[in-house]
């Protein structure tokens, strides 16, 4: 007699650290762009009344980042370094963690760098922290 399958909990998504080589301190509140897509290769032979499909170049979605704005500048300051031409490709990895804080889940990323960086909306009218953005372009992203 088979035992009945064990339904598992999803993952929360709140708990969750980013790492980065050369990255001393970076504490975030959102990470999105988890993401790759194979593109689309349409090919049609002679006679034929209906296309191929081929998997062509697959290609990963920007990570984006935000924070609380901080005295800490050190992601501005990479980002300000490629603007001025000075592209430093970090690898990194996003971890989601259990309940007890120990690792769930796991995506590496690769060769990525800082293509575009977002200072905080700014109201007098709201109580609201003010976030800053990092957009990481990434050459790969897989998870481990």
């Given at each position: 007699m088979t035992q009945p399958a064990v339904p598992k909990?999803?993952?929360?998504?709140?708990?969750?650290?980013?790492?980065?080589?050369?990255?001393?301190?970076?504490?975030?509140q959102e990470c999105t762009g988890l993401s790759s897509a194979i593109d689309l290769i349409e090919y049609r032979?002679?006679?034929?009344?209906h296309p191929s499909k081929l998997a062509g170049l697959t290609k990963y979605g920007n990570v984006v980042l935000r924070r609380g704005v901080t005295d800490d500048r050190e992601l501005y300051d990479w980002h300000l370094a490629a603007v001025n031409g000075d592209i430093s490709r970090r690898n990194g990895s996003i971890v989601v963690l259990d309940r007890k804080g120990g690792e769930a889940a796991r995506w590496n990323f690769f060769g990525?760098?800082?293509?575009?960086?977002?200072g905080p909306a700014l109201n007098s009218e709201t109580s609201g922290i003010a976030v800053e953005t990092l957009e990481l372009a990434v050459e790969r992203l897989e998870r481990a």
């Open positions: 909990d999803p993952f929360t998504g709140f708990n969750f650290r980013i790492s980065m080589d050369g990255l001393t301190r970076a504490a975030f032979e002679g006679g034929a009344t990525a760098w800082p293509q575009r960086w977002e």
